[in-house]
């Protein structure tokens, strides 16, 4: 009797993680008639989708408001992707935390290319596409980003012509990631 309901305990976990990667798809589906298609485009993988924001600095900058705002974009962002931050203390740490990562990595600069909103998601769900559901944005220190990672990086974007601290950045970038998913799903939030 008790192996019957781990059984059935199993198959339910099966049928709800199949039932809300459909959804997932239906709701971050690119095409206009996403209500009717619930077939992934391009073996896109529709479930664990993962953001990780590698920075190099100080984790506890004193700017609190930068904290909660970053808390609740993650707790936004939890039904449709897991975004998370990693710290490094040098830029040798960085570049080893980066290199060992797998996914696709873009890095911010002042030099990266500009990209507004709409753009900044399609590129986001493309990497994740490409990336195995895995995608990496790396944040420079106060000196930026160290040259061999400026040098290696295929895909290099900037947030702004305008020079930001790396804690700011990464509150900004957390935005654009919310907003992005929000473009996708196509609510409200970006006008």
Known sequence: MLNEWRWLYVVFLI????????SFQVLHSSSPERIISRAPKRGFMTCGLEVTIHIRGKKSGGEDWISTGIDEYQKRLRSTLKLQTKWYKDDSALIQGVKKEKGVIVTLDERGKLLNSKEFSQMMY????????????VIGGAEGLPPSLKTEAKHLISLSKMTFTHQQ???????????????RKGTGYHK
């Open 126 to 137: 493309k990497m994740l596409e490409d990336g195995g559901s895995r995608l990496h944005f």
């Open 169 to 183: 950045a990464r509150l900004i970038l957390a935005e654009q990631i919310y907003r992005a998913t929000e473009i």
């Open 15 to 22: 049928l709800t993680c199949i039932c809300s990667c459909v």
